[in-house]
C-alpha cells in the first residue's frame, strides 16, 4: 500500500476505478476508429471516395485521437452532402424529396437513387444506390453521426482531454500517476466523475454509430 493510502483510504479503491474507466474509453476509442475506417472502406469502393484510413495515436491524448475521428468524419460529411447535392439536381424535386421522406420504404428510394448514380459516379457498383441511400438519405444516420461528433468533442474538452492514451495498457499505479500528473490533486474526484459522465454518452453513440455502420456493410454483403 502506498504511504498516501493511509492518509487518503479511497485511493486504492479510487486506482481500481481509473482503471476500469480508463479501459472503457479505450474499448470506446477503439470502436469508433474502426467503425470509421469500416465506413471510409465502403465510401471508398462503393461511392468512388477517396479518404484516408485513420489509426490511434497510442502516444498521444484523448484529445487528439478523438479529434482524429472528429476530422475523418468532417471528411466523410463532406463527401456525403457532394453525393447529396448531386442526387438534388439530377432528380426531379418530387424524387429527391422522397429520398428525405422517413415513411417511404427504402426498397423504394434505392430505386429512384438507382436511375442517376451511374450518372453521378461515372461507373457504379450494385451496392452503390443502397449505400447512398443508407447514408445520404437516412436522417437517422447522419443524426447519430453528429452525436458522435458532440460527444467526442465534449470529451477532448473536458478534464480527460490531457491524459495520455498510452497509459491504458500500464498497471494501475502507472495510470493514477499519470492521471494526477495530468490534473490537480484537487480534481481528481472531478476527473473520476468527468468519466463516467462522459462514458454513459460515448458508450451510448458509439454503440449507435457501429450499429449504423454495420447496418451499410451488412447492406454492400447483401448486394
Known amino acids: 500500500m502506498a504511504q498516501s493510502d493511509f492518509l487518503y483510504p479511497e485511493n486504492p479503491r479510487r486506482r481500481q476505478e481509473v482503471s476500469r474507466l480508463h479501459q472503457q474509453l479505450l474499448d470506446c476509442l477503439s470502436d469508433s476508429f474502426q ?72 426498397t423504394e428510394k434505392i430505386a429512384i437513387v438507382q436511375k442517376v448514380i451511374s450518372v453521378i459516379l461515372g461507373e457504379a457498383t450494385s451496392a452503390a444506390s443502397a449505400v447512398a441511400v443508407k447514408l445520404v438519405g437516412s436522417n ?21 482531454g490531457s491524459i495520455g492514451v498510452a497509459v491504458l495498457g500500464l498497471g494501475i499505479d502507472m495510470i493514477f500517476r499519470a492521471i494526477l500528473g495530468a490534473v490537480e490533486k484537487t480534481q481528481l474526484q472531478a476527473a473520476i466523475k468527468s468519466y463516467e459522465k462522459h462514458l454513459v454518452e460515448f458508450k451510448s453513440a458509439s454503440e449507435k454509430y457501429h450499429h449504423a455502420i454495420t447496418e451499410v456493410t451488412n447492406t454492400v454483403k447483401r448486394k
Open 35 to 106: 467503425a470509421t475506417n469500416k465506413l471510409i472502406g465502403v465510401l471508398n469502393t462503393h461511392l468512388g471516395c477517396r479518404l484516408d484510413f485513420i489509426e490511434m495515436k497510442r502516444h498521444g491524448t484523448i484529445k487528439e485521437n478523438c479529434d482524429i475521428i472528429i476530422q475523418a468524419i468532417m471528411k466523410i460529411q463532406k463527401e456525403l452532402q457532394m453525393v447529396d447535392e448531386a442526387l438534388k439536381d439530377k432528380l426531379e424535386p418530387t424524387l429527391y424529396r422522397k429520398l428525405q421522406d422517413i415513411k417511404e420504404r427504402e
Open 140 to 160: 437517422v444516420t447522419s443524426g447519430i453521426i453528429n452525436k458522435l461528433v458532440t460527444v467526442l468533442t465534449q470529451i477532448g474538452a473536458s478534464l480527460l
